[in-house]
T-cell receptor
């Protein structure tokens, strides 16, 4: 099976702009989770979707949002970008929602100038 | 915070030596997992150990779990230069809750 794919791989934006990241899970996986990774905070959970419903949500401001489509593909959106949003954004898919084994994509590296 | 803590933060060893990394957590868990991340890339799942298990093996990896001490260790035997990466522990604390990741141990294996 093909692995988790994320697009784009690299992105440069300026403060105040918005960005949309995309994730395609492993075929058959219905759960998609998003994480933000920074050197200072490490890996922080953003949200998780299962069968188009948000099941879990991390402690991030409302500028961070996501959705999942009927084919399990997911997008996350960050509006009004801030410098501190510069990070590696990782998507992971799983058979079921919650804390079972996660299969990660290569990530999208976002730089906010 | 439920975030686990890995120890040490960084570890440098010679090829062929064993590498041991530790993870401590604060509240009870359903399972604990170890992941590897090569520089700037996605994480790769290594092994999962459930709260009722004490030890698991996978190839050159050995994981132990001591729920009374709320700690786990990951042992990599006969390390190789290709094992150079960051290693993270992740915990599930109750049913269907997301994994909580520690900040990782950076392992360097010198050829």
């Amino acid at each position: 099976k093909a692995g988790v794919t994320q697009t784009p791989r690299y992105l440069i934006k300026t403060r105040g702009q918005q960005v949309t990241l995309s994730c395609s899970p492993i075929s058959g996986h219905r759960s998609v989770s998003w994480y933000q990774q920074t050197p200072g905070q490490g890996l922080q959970f953003l949200f998780e979707y299962f069968s188009e419903t948000q099941r879990n949500k991390g402690n991030f401001p409302g500028r961070f949002s996501g959705r999942q489509f009927s084919n399990s593909r997911s997008e996350m959106n960050v509006s009004t970008l801030e410098l501190g949003d510069s990070a590696l954004y990782l998507c992971a898919s799983s058979d079921f929602w919650g804390g079972e084994t996660q299969y990660f994509g290569p990530g999208t590296r976002l730089l906010v100038l | 915070s439920q975030q686990g803590e890995e120890d040490p933060q960084a570890l440098s060893i010679q090829e062929g030596e064993n590498a041991t990394m530790n993870c401590s957590y604060k509240t009870s868990i359903n399972n604990l997992q170890w992941y590897r991340q090569n520089s700037g890339r996605g994480l790769v799942h290594l092994i999962l150990i459930r709260s009722n298990e004490r030890e698991k093996h996978s190839g050159r990896l050995r994981v132990t779990l001591d729920t009374s001490k709320k700690s786990s260790s990951l042992l990599i035997t006969a390390s190789r230069a290709a094992d150079t990466a960051s290693y993270f522990c992740a915990t599930e604390h109750s049913g269907n809750t997301p994994l909580v990741f520690g900040k990782g141990t950076r392992l360097s294996v010198i050829a």
